[in-house]
């Protein structure tokens, strides 16, 4: 088994990552919590494929075991959905010693720790991402969320798992689609942090190695969300790719997801700070070499005007500023301030 202990401000918890933890999550569960009532959080599509393997292991282990189901998919990231889990939560009688499961992808993750993070001004969750990208980057470093009309992750709390569980066996029921948009986080924190792991993706057949791979990148956001839990400083830089990667999401309505955006993200921002001389000369290419052969294109259907635009909303700025996170080469990254008006210049340079 491998494991990674999280040393934030607010809290101190594990990452255990390892083939079928599934079956036995009882075991790492147990020590963690406080209560003997548990709430499965998950969506439609987790539900039928790993719901029973979870709740049976928790009953096993003596919990009184509760599941809430929601429609998967990001359109159920809002307000409405964390109310039907209080609904559910209070109908049950989950007391302030009681728990939540948040088991799914980073949509699930988000939406249950806001819940959890809320209901009775705060119970227990543990962890338990099934997608690439809720395994290496949004089910460790506490933020949580959901979507208003407005934009994404408008509301939220900053509130730390008890637990995390990597099962790296439930990407085998990934669509080919999902692990790509997984692979975008992946490459970005080569990018930013790890010229290494960036030669490794380039190198090896990534799902034959994608525990190593994971083990990583949660090295990366560990290390990053323990100097700077609130994201004031450092933490910014695991915005990589998003302040255009965003815009592209919001843009096409939420029909691409949000890995694939931080990929195209990525490859946007870079040209543009490499033809600023911002950026290495050469990198770009090898930035979109890698992207393309874990099955993330470069295709941009929308103007870099409406791009700009969009991005003026960012929560990233601070008022009238705009920090990017930039690329000097592979595997080291700092933080650029621009003015807001001037980002599409930024990008059509
Ligand atoms: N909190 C953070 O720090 C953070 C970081 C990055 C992203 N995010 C958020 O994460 C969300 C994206 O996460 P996501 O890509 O995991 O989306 P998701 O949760 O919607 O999962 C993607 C799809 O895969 C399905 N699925 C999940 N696990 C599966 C499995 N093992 N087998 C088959 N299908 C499975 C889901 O039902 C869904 O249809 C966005 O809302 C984004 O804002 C949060
Ligand atoms: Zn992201």
Known sequence: MKKLKVDAMSATYEILIERDILSECDKFIAPVVRGKKAMIITDTNVAPLYLDKVETALKNGG???????????EQSKHLLTVADIYDCLSQNEFTRKDFIVALG????????????STYMRGIDFVQIPTTLLSQVDSSVGGKTGVDTKYGKNLVGA????????????????????????????????????????????????VKENIEDIILECLKIKRDVVNEDERE????????????????????????????????????????ASEKLGLTEGGTTVKLIR???KCGLNSDIDYSIKDIAENAKNDKKGSGNSLNIVLISKIGESFIHTIDKNDFEKFLSF
């Open 290 to 292: 890698l992207c393309r």
């Open 158 to 205: 900053f509130y730390q798992p008890k637990l995390v569980l990597i099962d790296p066996n439930t990407l085998n029921t990934l669509t080919d689609h999902y692990f790509a948009d997984g692979m975008g986080e992946v490459i970005k924190y080569g990018c930013i942090r790890n010229a290494e792991l960036f030669d490794m993706l380039e190198n090896v057949d």
């Open 105 to 116: 992808g980073g949509v699930c993750g988000d939406i249950s720790g806001f819940a959890a």
């Open 232 to 271: 004031s400083g450092i933490r910014m830089i695991l915005n990589f790719g998003h302040t255009a990667g965003h815009s592209i999401e919001k843009l096409s309505d939420f029909k691409l997801s949000h890995g694939e955006c931080v990929a195209k993200g990525m490859m946007l921002i870079t040209l």
């Open 63 to 73: 919990f009184e075991v509760y599941s809430h189901i929601f429609k998967a998919g």
